[in-house]
């Protein structure tokens, strides 16, 4: 089996020291977290329970380093976006189930989310942007390898105890009913919050079936990567994947933002 090869590969050469060591910037109100540069293995095998069809068997990546936010971009930092370009404001922005300062934003579309990176760009002189599908999941596992989940192999709710805000039997069984307030369950490996649940995000690529290119796929979809508060447990794997077209928004649709280190291209 290749992709078994691959896993052994990937375990001897993970990334070292990754709990809580990287560096740590803040700017516009927003923690980035250093994910390090190197090779890191994404995919599901054929055997992980949950899989979806669309998910790649492992394969390595090689990336650069880069920072990523810590948590879900929050309705508190949107507004001071909001503020400053006089953009409409997404949907549920006057839910009051949703619109908490510290409740990650939803209800926007991947223009939005692509427009907020644009504004910090422009505020700070440096590069952000959505994160690719490939950054998202290498950072969602923390520097783990072959485990389905940003914790390891546990279950969501093992013995009783919730990693994350999704819909296990009933929505309030995690303690909240929608979204939860970010960092509301611990961080993973590389210390970033709600990389299961919570909100949906949203990648900057485009979505394409592992596989599939013909003419019936969507060529302006995108991929949105974490699950979500109204996901199941299958969908908080770190190589679960979803779509939306662009324009779309929901109520469990967010985001998280790239800022790329001043030395890259």
């Known amino acids: 089996m290749f992709w078994r090869l691959f896993i052994v590969l990937g375990i001897l050469t993970a990334v070292p020291g990754a709990a809580f060591s990287q560096e740590v910037l803040e700017s516009q109100g927003i923690r980035f977290r250093l994910i390090p540069g190197g090779a890191y293995f994404i995919g599901s095998p054929p055997n992980e329970p949950g899989r979806y069809a669309d998910e790649?068997?492992?394969y390595q990546v090689k990336l650069a380093r880069f920072y990523l936010s810590e948590t879900e971009i929050?309705?508190?930092?949107y507004r001071r976006f909001l503020k400053d370009t006089g953009r409409r404001p997404p949907l549920y922005w006057r839910d009051k189930n949703l619109n908490a300062p510290n409740q990650p934003?939803?209800?926007?579309?991947w223009f939005d989310a692509a427009a907020f990176?644009?504004?910090?760009?422009?505020?700070?002189?440096?590069?952000?942007?959505?994160?690719?599908?490939?950054?998202?999941?290498?950072?969602?596992r923390g520097g783990l390898v072959s485990e389905p989940y940003p914790w390891g192999r546990e279950a969501p709710d093992a013995g009783g105890i919730y990693?994350?805000?999704y819909y296990p039997n009933d929505f309030d069984d995690d303690g909240f009913r929608l979204t939860a307030p970010v960092a509301s369950f611990p961080p993973?490996?590389?210390?970033?919050?709600?990389m299961a649940g919570n909100a949906a995000e949203w990648c900057l690529d485009h979505f394409f079936a592992?596989?599939?290119r013909g003419p019936y796929t969507n060529p302006e979809a995108r991929v949105?990567?974490?699950?979500?508060?109204y996901s199941r447990a299958r969908e908080l794997r770190c190589a679960a994947r979803r779509f939306a077209a662009p324009q779309n928004a929901d109520g469990f649709i967010g985001f998280r933002i790239v800022r790329l280190p001043p030395d890259s291209k």
Do not use: C, M
């Not at 929050?74 to 930092?77: D, L, S």
């Not at 990176?117 to 690719?132: E, F, M, N, S, V």
């Not at 949105?224 to 508060?229: E, H, N, Q, Y």
């Open 117 to 140: 990176a644009d504004w910090l760009t422009r505020l700070t002189g440096i590069t952000h942007r959505l994160p690719y599908e490939k950054e998202w999941e290498a950072a969602a």
């Open 105 to 109: 934003v939803v209800g926007v579309t």
């Open 188 to 194: 993973n490996g590389f210390g970033l919050y709600d």
């Open 224 to 229: 949105l990567k974490g699950g979500s508060w």
């Open 210 to 212: 592992e596989g599939e």
């Open 56 to 58: 790649p068997t492992p």
């Open 163 to 165: 990693r994350a805000n």
């Open 74 to 77: 929050t309705n508190a930092q």
